[in-house]
């Protein structure tokens, strides 16, 4: 009698470790079904070649990464002397050959307003916050600088989405 | 014996097979609530209502709504709005409706706290009606992204953001929420699909729960007395229905239902055709840009107080980032009401004007909930900004005090 | 009774938060601007001179035909659309309904220095000018009789579109205008190409379709009189219309961003009229229903 139950038993246990097994394989499915797609990942990736884009020294230009707006300026050497002044580190810049340049996400970081470049700084219309070319915050309420994007250097071509190590120094300079 | 002699074709034949005298005495003649009520008892048929409101007015909005990003604000504005025959009113119909839905659900929420109608015996219900407050905040947060405007991209932005969770910064589990890295087309058609199929299946399933937990105990009265069902449904039913303290769910209690119905429908309607600015938020008529911020970004009305805790610390304290005690305060806010039955520690039903000091708790958040509202669709500016940071702070120590209060209550009472 | 009272405190309470919510929190967010003056105090204007159009006829084809057409006498625009926009950033209007459109003060002023009347002189730095030059160092008869030309051959009436057309289609697209979800290009974007615009504007203007709807009637007349009362430092440029003229334009974006209005006027009485009939049917059901259990 008793041999029976537990064979019984056991039998009935196998079978529900069976059946929560299809039933967890098909909820790890369903959870990679939800996943971004590879197309929209790949859109992530956005690259700008600095030798080409055309940059003026001291007027930023507005690029667009992941619905965002990217702020890339090549600093002037005033701009970069003010920026000495400030005790600003060379890391809080992006580096390449001879050349300086700020490239940042163009937020504001009080409550998410995009400011607009005024000749000298950027300023947000919102709350009156203002950034210097640096894109450090220095006037109003953001709390605190431009967040820096992620992005890999090869040659003068940035490709934003990647986090390497210039990009890397950038961020961790302003922490 | 499972056979029926009865022929399909008569009455009794059918009355054997559907058992429908039956259902309708045990559902309606015979389902007894108590008569000590006032029109506060009639809101969940309101709200029953305005629900069937939406889902009928969302079947027709789905005719022409097109979930893809560079299609859906033109297939509102343009053709339900200004082509289709009516198109206008069930559009109108729906976003009041889903703003209104949430004023009664208050109000509902609120009659049941006064009441004590959540604890001894209806803990289930409550908590029931609470999964029914989070359910349809989901179904009003994933409605608001579809016309895509500013407000739905903005919205959507910001609370998606969120879930990164502050200082953890859990930046894969939003993008898999959104199906990229920002919000997107990917994001639209998925909230597309909880806003029409899921989370209206999952509401209807809790409603179903929610008038299933409420039939045992038996719906409350206005002195939370406790009633013997059996014997007042004998007198009822043998014709003494002066004496009996209980009345049938129909005709009786229904006909009350449609009474506060009839004037509520007046009060909506009302709303629908000449006072819809407040559920249909102008800024969201300017189509969604992800370059341009609005210069305010707040949430529906029904999510302002909630909003609000969100933002009312606005300084780092305890070792804690600003914003990270926001947002437990924010998760908190969403589902503390669910353990109220667990923090109210008198013993007795009783309205809130029998017991003192609740009933002083009771008003106090009312007035603190009204506050952080009014305050979070402010800019958090300058005074706004302390006067939030008050109010939240106010709001937790009402949770906190409220096991102390409720037992002071109940000893002066003599019931601990 | 006690219900009454329970109404009542239900009533007060939603009150006072749709209150905070809505108009006070609104009258927070945006602060009250002065209301749309409609004389152009301001302007250097005509300053009382009548002109003569006969003379102003003559002026107009030496001076303005260069760049603008004059469909009413038969003169088309030198370039097309895009070309033009090319040339100068912006497309230049057709000056047949110029006298009908806009205040003839404004229009002095304007041909004497477009920016400063316009109020984009704030715009004009680091070398960029007005495409239009200004025509100060005409004689200020000459202005007038230039005015006054263009008031003779104004036409006595225009459509809410046509007056659109004419003030704003520009630089403003009005794509519901005569929409189309099957491809079917709409005969309402913007004249001039966006990238044309964007260069001279530093945006592309926002398509105006749902406007009445985003913005609202008072706020509309407020702005289109002056963008920069509403927008500081805005690169619209006021653009001088009459009153009615704006009237007209504001009409005709209610036609397109809210062509059901009407029918809301129409069904709202309708509805509540029935609704309240229903209730006073619900409650004496009710009334008798519940006499038997009281």
């Not at chain 2, 706004?384 to 949770?399: E, I, K």
């Amino acid at each position: 009698m008793s041999n029976e139950t537990n064979r019984r038993d056991f039998l009935g246990m196998s079978f529900a470790a069976v059946a929560a097994v299809g039933g967890v394989a098909s909820l790890v499915g369903m959870k990679q079904a939800w996943d971004p797609l590879p197309s929209v990942l790949a859109a992530g990736f956005t690259t700008i070649d600095l030798a080409k884009a055309e940059l003026k020294p001291g007027e930023p230009k507005t690029f667009k990464w992941r619905g965002k707006p990217i702020f890339v300026l090549e600093m002037t050497k005033e701009q970069i002397a003010e920026a000495d002044k400030e005790g600003l580190p060379k890391e809080y810049h992006l580096n390449i050959g001879d050349k300086t340049y700020t490239v940042v996400i163009g937020i504001c970081t009080h409550l998410g307003c995009i400011p607009a470049w005024k000749g000298v700084k950027w300023k947000c219309a919102c709350h009156g916050g203002e950034f210097n070319p640096s894109g450090k915050q220095v006037f109003g309420p953001p709390p605190k600088p431009f967040v820096v994007p992620p992005f890999s250097v090869e040659g003068s071509v940035l490709t934003l989405g990647n986090t390497g190590p210039q990009s890397k120094a950038m961020i961790d300079a302003r922490a | 014996m499972a056979l029926i002699n009865e022929s399909f074709f008569s009455a009794e034949g059918l009355e054997k097979r559907l058992a429908g005298k039956k259902f309708w005495k045990v559902m309606m003649t015979e389902y007894w609530i108590p008569k000590d009520i006032n029109f506060l008892w009639a809101l969940g048929v309101v709200l029953a209502t305005t629900f069937s409101i939406l889902i009928i007015s969302g079947i027709f909005l789905l005719m022409y709504y097109k979930p893809d990003t560079a299609l859906a604000f033109d297939s509102v504005n343009y053709t339900i709005m200004q082509e289709v025959k009516f198109g206008w009113l069930f559009r109108h119909m729906h976003g009041v409706a889903a703003s209104v839905v949430f004023l009664i659900i208050y109000i509902h929420m609120f009659t049941g706290i006064y009441y004590g109608s959540y604890k001894k015996g209806r803990e289930m219900i409550w908590i029931s009606g609470m999964l029914l407050f989070v359910t349809f905040s989901a179904e009003g947060f994933s409605g608001y992204m579809l016309p895509w405007g500013q407000m739905s991209y903005w919205a959507a932005a910001v609370i998606t953001n969120l879930f990164a969770g502050g200082s953890l910064e859990a930046w894969g589990l939003v993008e898999w929420i959104r199906g990229g890295f920002t919000v997107g087309d990917a994001t639209l058609t998925r909230f597309f699909m909880l806003h029409v199929f899921l989370i209206p299946l999952v509401i209807i399933g809790v409603i179903v729960l929610h008038f299933y937990t409420l039939r045992i105990p038996h719906v409350n009265n206005q002195d939370s007395d406790d009633i013997d069902y059996d014997a007042e449904a004998e007198k009822y039913l043998s014709g003494n229905k002066r004496e009996s303290k209980v009345i049938p769910f129909w005709p009786v209690f229904l006909s009350k239902d449609f009474a506060v119905l009839g004037i509520f429908l007046i009060f909506y309607f009302y709303l629908v055709f000449f006072n819809y600015n407040f559920a249909m938020d102008p800024v969201n008529f300017d189509p969604a840009n992800s370059m341009k911020t609005p210069a305010h970004i707040y949430p529906e009305w029904y999510f302002l107080w909630s909003y609000e805790t969100l933002r009312g610390p606005f300084f780092d304290m305890l070792g804690m980032k600003a914003g990270d005690i926001g947002l437990i305060i924010f998760a908190l806010a969403q589902v503390i009401f669910v353990v109220f039955p667990f923090l109210d520690k008198d013993p007795e039903v009783l309205p809130a004007h029998k017991r003192p000091k609740f009933f002083i708790w009771f008003w106090v958040m009312i007035i603190d909930l009204l506050v952080l509202s009014v305050y979070g669709k402010l800019p958090p500016t300058g005074a706004n900004a302390w006067v939030g940071f008050f109010a939240t702070g106010l709001f937790l120590l009402l949770w906190a005090s409220l096991p102390f209060i409720t037992k002071s209550d109940a000893k002066a009472r003599g019931a601990l | 009774m006690r219900e009454l009272k329970i109404l009542g405190i239900l009533v007060f309470f939603t009150g006072v938060l749709y209150w905070g919510v809505e108009p006070f929190a609104h009258s927070q967010m945006h602060k009250h601007v002065e209301p749309a003056d409609f004389s152009f105090k301001d302007v250097d204007g005509l300053h009382g001179a009548r002109g003569n159009a006969i003379n102003g006829k003559e002026l107009v084809t030496s001076n303005c035909t260069a760049c603008h057409g004059l469909k009413v006498e038969g003169m088309p625009a030198p370039m097309d659309d895009a070309s033009a926009a090319a040339a100068y950033g912006v497309t230049p209007p057709d000056l047949s309904t110029a006298g009908y459109l806009y205040d003839e003060n404004y229009l002095a002023a304007f041909i004497k220095d477009p920016a400063k009347a316009a109020l984009v002189a704030h715009k004009m730095v680091d070398g960029k000018t007005h495409p239009m030059p200004g025509y100060s160092w005409m004689q200020p008869q000459e202005i007038a009789d230039i005015v006054a030309y263009l008031q003779s051959i104004a036409p006595k009436e225009m459509t809410n579109k046509e007056v659109f057309v004419d003030a704003c289609q520009r630089c403003h697209g009005a794509k519901y205008g005569d929409f189309r979800f099957d491809g079917t290009k709409s005969s309402m974007a913007a004249k001039t190409p966006d990238a044309n615009i964007k260069e001279y504007m530093g945006t592309v203007p926002p398509d105006l379709s749902q406007m009445i709807r985003s913005r609202g009637h008072e706020y509309l007349e407020e702005f289109i009189n002056e963008p920069g009362k509403h927008l500081e430092g805005t690169a619209m440029p006021r653009v001088g219309l009459k009153k009615e003229a704006q009237e007209q334009v504001v009409s005709y974006l209610e036609e397109i961003g809210d062509s059901s209005k009407d029918k809301r006027a129409e069904y709202g009485p309708k509805f509540l009229g029935y609704l309240v009939i229903f209730a006073l049917f619900a409650w004496l059901w009710k009334a008798k229903i519940w006499r038997e259990v009281h």
